[in-house]
């Protein structure tokens, strides 16, 4: 059943962007990411114009961010106060990452911004991933290794303007989280993700957050910023398509459902592993498209300012 | 079926045009997935048809845009944009069916006359490549590629030198907008007389008014998208988990 998206002006097959949205939900559903990294380069593939995808897309992880966080809220997982500094720093982010994006768009690097950024992040990301979830899975197999190497955090304990974040536990200074905000909103606007899959780590290694408040506390402030992200897209580049996020949508939250439930059969580290093979692949693809000359070497786009 | 007759040679000529469209409005749904026009018609004459062969040239074209055609190149090792060119206007959509190979049934002149052929439906000036040749050449390669550009030799039927009928497949990608038809007659690779009609391509319905809302109330629109999304998504894991406790 072919559809046609009213602000992407292609006919897309309903089906087509319910699976997509369903096989994603799947994986994010799995390995507990927003799933929007993977999201956006398929709707680039499938045809959807690149500004659209990224726009729509943030609008959609907000609807998909949406049930998980009142999960956590039931479960008091949330760090409202550290969620807050994240989200205004995420805020500042994201209105620099639009401005930006608009001006990279103007004179016509967007795509390769927005394409290098998924190389850099998603390479780093998933090597630091698979490392580390190699080395667990080698140290579970010699079972009782030695403890788990404590974090040196000496330089972020000596910034000033410290405050308590009580459900975290902890002492710290405002700056590093406002400073990974910031970062992960300016992704935010230009990938078109939530940027959970920067944040999370960050929490966890920078901040030195519990586990336990990470996921909860993220999707907290990815709410936020992509819903801002969402609006100031929607009206400054008029490039959201509610048609093309509720598909995605609908397919995305019953494949998050079903994901959750294959996800409980497999271990942590396992999981981790196949999350690091799956960003390095779509890390490979994109750099592979950057090295190799393609077949058509001239692009056509709407001519700006007339 | 919209009928639309229209004799419009200009007088004194001794052949002139009656032309129908199968529809002068394509209105692009929900579930719109491209479009084919039936254009037909027959040649009028006051008196006996000349010697010389009749050629029967058919276009249609969409609304003209303004673009800008980049050019990637190597860079640091990586395939990025190096050049730009704006193209004053393209039209986002032209097909021309013929009765005959398009050499053959009009000149150069006249093709540039009344702007008849891909490339010459294009107004490209004051580029600031070296090699403005490739840029033009670029857009009718990449919009004949996705459909929207469509070159149909031989494809117009002439029965008795009088009737003559063809179709014209719109692809599912359209742009709004009034889109224009043009018949012309040839004899002797010189154009005889034409016709010309429009037809209105719009959205209709819950397109025409989601385009509208995004376009006027911008933030009004992405509050709504928000919520939507968020019902949207609510709902369907409501509806889920309902359905797997059962």
Partial sequence: ?306 | MAMLIAPLGATGQEESIVAGLSQNTVSITANFNGSEILIFGAVQRSAPAPEEPLGVIVTIEGPDQALTVRRLDRNYGIWMNVEAVEVDAAPTFYAVATTAPFDEIITSTEDLRYRISIPRAIRAVGTGSDRPGDFTDAVIRIRTDAGLYQVLENTVNLRSETLFDTSIALPANLVEGDYLARIFLTRGREVVTSFETEIEVAKVGLERLIFNLAHERPLIYGLLSLFIAIVAGWSASAVFRYILSN
């Fill in chain 1, 1 to 306: 059943m072919l559809i046609y998206l009213p602000i992407a002006e292609v006919s897309v097959n309903a089906f087509l962007l319910l699976g997509l949205g369903g096989l994603v939900g799947i994986l994010s559903g799995m390995f507990g990411v927003g799933g929007g990294f993977l999201m956006t380069p398929l709707l680039f593939f499938i045809g959807i114009p690149p500004a659209v995808a990224v726009a729509t897309e943030a609008n959609q992880i907000v609807a998909s961010s949406f049930s998980g966080v009142l999960a956590h809220f039931k479960r008091k997982t949330v760090d409202l106060k550290m969620g807050g500094v994240l989200l205004i720093g995420g805020l500042v982010g994201a209105a620099l990452g639009v401005q930006l994006f608009n001006a990279l768009r103007a004179i016509g690097q967007v795509d390769l911004l927005v394409k290098l950024s998924y190389v850099v992040f998603l390479g780093i990301i998933g090597a630091l991933m698979f490392v580390e979830s190699l080395n667990a899975i080698r140290k579970s197999r010699k079972a009782g290794g030695p403890p788990p190497r404590r974090h040196h955090r000496g330089w972020i304990h000596a910034l000033p303007f410290k405050t308590r974040f009580r459900t975290s536990g902890l002492y710290l200074s405002v700056i590093p989280p406002l400073v990974v905000g910031v970062a992960v909103g300016v992704l935010a606007a230009i990938m078109g993700v939530g940027g959970g899959f920067i944040m999370v780590p960050a929490m966890i290694y920078i901040l030195g957050m519990p586990t336990k408040v990470v996921v909860g506390t993220s999707l907290f402030q990815i709410i936020f910023v992509t819903a801002f992200t969402t609006l100031l897209h929607a009206t400054t580049n008029f490039t959201v398509d509610m048609v093309l996020a509720v598909l995605l949508l609908i397919g995305g939250v019953i494949g998050a459902q079903i994901g959750a439930r294959i996800g409980v059969y497999l271990k942590a580290e396992q999981l981790r592993i196949l999350l690091a093979i799956m960003v390095l692949g779509v890390c490979g693809k994109l750099a592979f498209d950057l090295l190799v000359q393609p077949s058509e070497l001239f692009s056509l786009g709407v001519a700006s300012g007339h």
